[in-house]
């Protein structure tokens, strides 16, 4: 089992800029995918961007390429979303998600694990 817990959520201007963590319990963090999904009100929950077990590989969705960046420490068993030059379309819960396996996946049912969400408010 694997328990997420993400923290660093918050309201913020246009323009401005938050770093979200996701906490990861268990012995197995270092040998995961790990990934960021958000979801709107009234909207699916959509892919945001995923790591790789050893951080070798990233993935982002072209609406938040060259803005957000996906890291993790794997002796924290931590892994982080800096998102920088927020819109107000970037509103949404924020959620963390891990696979059972050390690839990226776009996919929200190839990730086992979900944390319970942060929210991510960002003002015009």
């Known amino acids: 089992q694997v328990q997420l817990v993400e923290s660093g959520g918050g309201v913020v201007q246009a323009g401005g800029s938050l770093r979200l963590s996701c906490a990861a319990s268990g012995r197995t963090f270092g040998n995961r995918a790990m990934g960021w999904f958000r979801q709107a009100p009234e909207k699916e929950r959509e892919f945001v961007t995923a790591i790789s077990w050893n951080g070798g590989s990233t993935i982002y969705a072209d609406s938040v390429k060259g803005r957000f960046t996906i890291s993790r420490d794997n002796v924290k068993n931590t892994v982080y979303l800096q998102m920088n030059s927020l819109k107000p379309e970037d509103t949404a819960v924020y959620y963390c998600?891990?696979?059972?396996?050390?690839?990226?996946?776009?996919?929200?049912?190839?990730?086992?694990?979900w944390g319970q969400g942060t929210q991510v408010t960002v003002s015009s």
């Open positions: 998600a891990a696979r059972s396996v050390g690839s990226t996946s776009t996919f929200v049912d190839n990730y086992a694990y």
